[in-house]
Nanobody
Framework: QVQLVESGGGLVQAGGSLSLSCAASGRTFSSYTMGWFRQAPGKEREFVAV????????WYADSVKGRFTISRDNAKNTVYLQMNSLKPEDTAVYYCAADSGVGVSLRAPQYDYWGQGIQVTVSS
């Protein structure tokens, strides 16, 4: 069982930056692939970024590539999402998620544990 708690969201102007953190409970954090997803009002939850267990490999949605950076610190049981050059279309509730399966998935149904979500609002 893993509990995930996001922090760092808020309101920012377009072009600005925000940094999200997701703290995980438990002693097996390094055994999970960690992802960030987001859901805007009236839209389905979508993949944003994922980092593998060691932190050595990352994948991004095309819409955020070059602007967002995912990273993890296994010693601190924390995964991060640095968001730069934010756009109004980045406005959404952001969720971190943990996947105990083999390999790396970009699909939300593959993830076993989810945080409660945190609001990110980008004003134009």
């Amino acid at each position: 069982q893993v509990q995930l708690v996001e922090s760092g969201g808020g309101l920012v102007q377009a072009g600005g930056s925000l940094s999200l953190s997701c703290a995980a409970s438990g002693r097996t954090f390094s055994s999970y692939t960690m992802g960030w997803f987001r859901q805007a009002p009236g839209k389905e939850r979508e993949f944003v970024a994922v980092v593998n267990r060691s932190g050595g490999n990352t994948w991004y949605a095309d819409s955020v590539k070059g602007r967002f950076t995912i990273s993890r610190d296994n010693a601190k049981n924390t995964v991060y999402l640095q968001m730069n050059s934010l756009k109004p279309e980045d406005t959404a509730v952001y969720y971190c998620a943990a996947d105990s399966g083999v390999g790396v998935s970009l699909r939300a149904p593959q993830y076993d544990y989810w945080g409660q979500g945190i609001q990110v609002t980008v004003s134009s």
